[in-house]
T-cell receptor, first 114, second 113 residues
């Protein structure tokens, strides 16, 4: 069966510090991978998605970046965090192919920027 | 553009009450539709889905029917439980390779005993 891991689970970082969140998927190959952010009291915002190694599409211009160094690894980064980067970050994967494939979400990382 | 609109929450119900959470969408083509649930402090879990018009998705007593004529996918449950308290997200996915889900803003459900 497939599983998706995220770490760390929680993180408190000062403004201006760097960020690295990691997501890995097990039990499948060639997945589509996604990063979402959920700010307090708001819905989910798609940040990045990837259809393959080194292929990243950005949905929202911001100070975050994403990389996919391996097929089942997706990393979200920032060089300098802003207060507005606080939120709940969710990684997800789906099978490649048609729209009927649902996305499976990881447990999330709660980031607080102080 | 493509979007999902959900009813504003929070929705507060007593145990065994009937639940409806409205969801309407705007999309090009024929999207697939989903309901996800998020329990406190956790990630999202798929609750049910429908991939074409008139399909009914169902799971754990929840149901939703894909209504193309009204562009709706309302979530219903005949008798809610305290354990159903969570945030519910309606979402669509376009029939294009690599596209992500487009989510509504979520509806918080609180069920009391």
């Amino acid at each position: 069966s497939q599983t998706i891991h995220q770490w760390p689970a929680t993180l408190v970082q000062p403004v201006g510090s760097p960020l690295s969140l990691e997501c890995t998927v097990e039990g499948t190959s060639n997945p589509n991978l996604y990063w979402y952010r959920q700010a307090a009291g708001r819905g989910l915002q798609l940040l990045f998605y990837s259809v393959g190694i080194g292929q990243i599409s950005s949905e929202v211009p911001q100070n975050l970046s994403a990389s996919r160094p391996q097929d089942r690894q997706f990393i979200l980064s920032s060089k300098k965090l802003l207060l507005s980067d606080s939120g709940f970050y969710l990684c997800a994967w789906s099978k490649r192919g048609g729209s009927s494939y649902e996305q499976y979400f990881g447990p999330g990382t709660r980031l607080t920027v102080t | 553009g493509n979007s999902v609109t959900q009813m504003e929450g929070p929705v507060t119900l007593s145990e065994e009450a009937f639940l409806t959470i409205n969801c309407t969408y705007t999309a090009t083509g024929y999207p697939s539709l989903f309901w996800y649930v998020q329990y406190p402090g956790e990630g999202l879990q798929l609750l049910l889905k429908a991939t074409k018009a008139d399909d009914k998705g169902s799971n754990k007593g929840f149901e939703a029917t894909y209504r193309k004529e009204t562009t709706s996918f309302h979530l219903e449950k005949g008798s809610v439980q305290v354990s159903d308290s969570a945030v519910y997200f309606c979402a669509l996915r376009l029939n294009q390779a690599g596209t992500a889900l487009i989510f509504g803003k979520g509806t918080t459900l609180s069920v009391s005993s």
